[in-house]
């Protein structure tokens, strides 16, 4: 099983920030990577698929690149309403979450 | 619009059994697989598996296969996910999702998704 690791689990950042989260495989993934928002009590949202495209009415703050085992989604000016859990999840071989990001304003 | 509606919450005793709905609307149910994601309290999204809601057949991921059953209701656009024998490691929202795939791109994602469905197990 392809293993996610997403870091940190914990970010605390400033309005306005850029910020970057990071999602590590335990395998080459081929870029088959999304990420998804998870505000506090809805279910999760898709922001991002195939490592760097953004889905249809996604802010253009939010960017994803990537390669082999490496990934990031970045928020290049962080607002109040993008407080919430962020998920990685690869797609190579059966499907994984990472364990998440939560993201926190300072 | 697409909607996936899904049943209200449960309170189950262990050993007993439940099973929650997923309503699908605004498109052609058979058309895109539904997938089952299991988030316990506080804790991360765990892929179950999903169904081929052409086919009616089910695909389980390993920690998922036993005592989980998906199934259809085909002609009312209702995936279904029951649980037997609950455990109190089964207390999570369970979230059915859309699976919307296009393999020429190789693309695949969860682009819909139910509102979650809680499950309590307590004695």
């Known amino acids: 099983d392809i293993q996610m690791t997403q870091s940190p689990s914990l970010l605390s950042a400033s309005v306005g920030d850029r910020v970057t989260l990071s999602c590590k495989a335990s395998q080459n993934i081929y870029k088959y990577l999304n990420w998804y928002q998870q505000k506090l009590g809805e279910a999760p949202k898709l922001l991002i698929y195939y490592t760097n495209s953004l889905q249809t009415g996604i802010p253009s703050r939010f960017s994803g690149s990537g390669s082999g085992t490496d990934y990031t989604l970045t928020i290049s000016s962080l607002q109040p309403e993008d407080v919430a859990t962020y998920f990685c999840?690869?797609?190579?071989?059966?499907?994984?979450f990472g364990s998440g990001t939560k993201l926190e304003i300072k | 619009q697409i909607q996936l509606v899904q049943s209200g919450p449960e309170l189950k005793k262990p050993g007993e059994s439940v099973k929650i709905s997923c309503k699908a609307s605004?498109?052609?149910?058979?058309?895109?697989?539904m997938h089952w994601v299991k988030q316990a309290p506080g804790k991360g999204l765990k892929w179950m598996g999903w169904?081929?809601?052409?086919?009616?057949?089910?695909t389980y991921a390993d920690d998922f296969k036993g005592r989980f059953v998906f199934s259809l209701e085909a002609s009312a656009s209702t995936a279904n996910l029951q649980i037997s024998n609950l455990k109190n490691e089964d207390t999570a929202t369970y979230f059915c999702?859309?699976?919307?795939?296009?393999?020429?791109?190789?693309?695949?994602?969860?682009?819909?998704w139910g509102p979650g469905t809680m499950v309590t197990v307590s004695s």
């Open positions: 999702a859309r699976y919307y795939y296009d393999g020429y791109y190789h693309v695949r994602y969860f682009d819909f």
């Open positions: 605004g498109y052609t149910f058979t058309d895109y697989a």
């Open positions: 999840q690869q797609y190579n071989s059966w499907l994984t």
């Open positions: 169904i081929n809601t052409y086919t009616g057949k089910p």
